[in-house]
C-alpha cells in the first residue's frame, strides 16, 4: 500500500500544467484530492472549468477528488480550498501551493498594479492558503507543504521582478514555517520547477506543443520531488529542483567574512574587501532553534 493512500492533498493551481501532473500522482496512489484552480488565463484574467476537467479525469483513473475554482488571492477563497478538504475529507495532510500567474516586463516599463497582482497571486495566495490549513496540520502534528518556488527568485531572471520578488519571498516565509512547523511534524519545503506549461511558453522564442509535450520537458516530470517533500521522510526547510528529470538541491551559504569589530569605518572596511568578497570555504549557516514558548 502507498504512503499516501487515504491521505488528503490539496493542490492549488492544479487545473493544468505541472500542477495537474501532481494531483494525478497523489491520486494514484491513493490520496484524496482537493483540485483548486481559478481557471483563467496565465495573466489572471477570466474563469473556467479546468479544475472539473482534472476532478473528471482523476475519477476515470478509479480515485477520489474535488474541484474548488476560488482564488488563493482573496482570503475567503483561500480559507474556502481547505474548507472543502476539511468537508469533503475530514482532514488535510499534504498541501502543494502551486497557482502563479505572470505579467512579465522590464522593471522600467511594469506597472506597479502588475507588481502587485503577482505577488498577491504567488506570495500572498500562498500564505492565505497556508494560513488555513496551519491550525488543521499544527493540532494533529503531522502536515506536507511545499511552496513552488522559481529559479526566477532564486537566481534571478531578467524581466521577471514581480515575480522572482514573489518567488523568493516564498523561500523566506518557508525558512519560518519550517522552524514553526518542524516540533509539530509539520515540514514545509520550496520546489523550483522547470518543465512545459502555459506559463513558459509565455516567455519569447519558446512556443512549445503543451497538449503533447517534449518528454525531456513533461510536467510529470517534477511531481517526483514534490511526492518526496510529501512524504512520511520529507525534509524540513529545503528547496529542491526538479525539471526534466534531473533533481538538485540548493542552499544559502555564508562566507567566513572578516570580523573587525566596534567603531569600524568605511576606511577600515576597504583593505579587506577581498576577503568579504571571497567565498571560499563558505557553507549554510546554522539553524536558528525556535525561541521558548513564553504562553
Known amino acids: 500500500m502507498s504512503e499516501f493512500e487515504g491521505k488528503v492533498a490539496v493542490i492549488t493551481g492544479a487545473g493544468g500544467g505541472i500542477g495537474r501532473s501532481h494531483a494525478i500522482e497523489f491520486a494514484k496512489r491513493g490520496a484524496k484530492v482537493v483540485v483548486n484552480d481559478l481557471g483563467g488565463s496565465v495573466s489572471g484574467d477570466g474563469k473556467g472549468d479546468m479544475a472539473d476537467q482534472v476532478v473528471a479525469e482523476i475519477k476515470e483513473q478509479g480515485g477520489e477528488a474535488v474541484a474548488n475554482k476560488a482564488s488563493v488571492a482573496e482570503r475567503d477563497g483561500a480559507k474556502s480550498i481547505i474548507d472543502d478538504a476539511i468537508s469533503n475529507f475530514g482532514r488535510i495532510d499534504i498541501l502543494v501551493n502551486n497557482a502563479g500567474i505572470l505579467r512579465d516586463k522590464t522593471f522600467k516599463k511594469m506597472s506597479l498594479d502588475d507588481f502587485d497582482l503577482v505577488m498577491q497571486v504567488h506570495l500572498t495566495g500562498t500564505a492565505y492558503v497556508t494560513h488555513a490549513a496551519w491550525p488543521h496540520m499544527y493540532d494533529q502534528r503531522y502536515g506536507r507543504i511545499v511552496f513552488t518556488s522559481s529559479g526566477s527568485g532564486i537566481f534571478g531572471n531578467y524581466g521577471q521582478s514581480n515575480y522572482g520578488a514573489a518567488k523568493m519571498g516564498m523561500l523566506g516565509l518557508a525558512n519560518v514555517l519550517a522552524l514553526e512547523g518542524g516540533p509539530r511534524n509539520v515540514h514545509v519545503?520550496?520546489?523550483?520547477?522547470?518543465?512545459?506549461?502555459?506559463?513558459?511558453?509565455?516567455?519569447?522564442?519558446?512556443?512549445?506543443?503543451?497538449?503533447?509535450?517534449?518528454?525531456?520537458?513533461?510536467?510529470?516530470?517534477?511531481?517526483?520531488?514534490?511526492?518526496?517533500?510529501?512524504?512520511?521522510?520529507?525534509?524540513?526547510?529545503?528547496?529542491?529542483?526538479?525539471?526534466?528529470?534531473?533533481?538538485?538541491?540548493?542552499?544559502?551559504?555564508?562566507?567566513?567574512?572578516?570580523?573587525?569589530?566596534?567603531?569600524?569605518?568605511?576606511?577600515?572596511?576597504?583593505?579587506?574587501?577581498?576577503?568579504?568578497?571571497?567565498?571560499?570555504?563558505?557553507?549554510?549557516?546554522?539553524?536558528?532553534?525556535?525561541?521558548?514558548?513564553?504562553?
Open 189 to 295: 519545503n520550496c520546489l523550483g520547477p522547470g518543465a512545459a506549461t502555459r506559463m513558459t511558453n509565455t516567455v519569447p522564442g519558446r512556443d512549445e506543443d503543451i497538449s503533447d509535450p517534449d518528454p525531456n520537458r513533461h510536467p510529470a516530470l517534477v511531481s517526483p520531488a514534490v511526492l518526496f517533500m510529501c512524504s512520511e521522510a520529507a525534509p524540513n526547510g529545503c528547496v529542491i529542483h526538479a525539471s526534466g528529470g534531473n533533481y538538485s538541491r540548493s542552499e544559502i551559504v555564508v562566507n567566513p567574512g572578516v570580523s573587525l569589530g566596534a567603531g569600524t569605518t568605511y576606511e577600515d572596511l576597504l583593505p579587506h574587501v577581498d576577503s568579504l568578497m571571497d567565498m571560499t570555504g563558505a557553507k549554510p549557516r546554522e539553524r536558528r532553534q525556535p525561541r521558548p514558548r513564553t504562553g
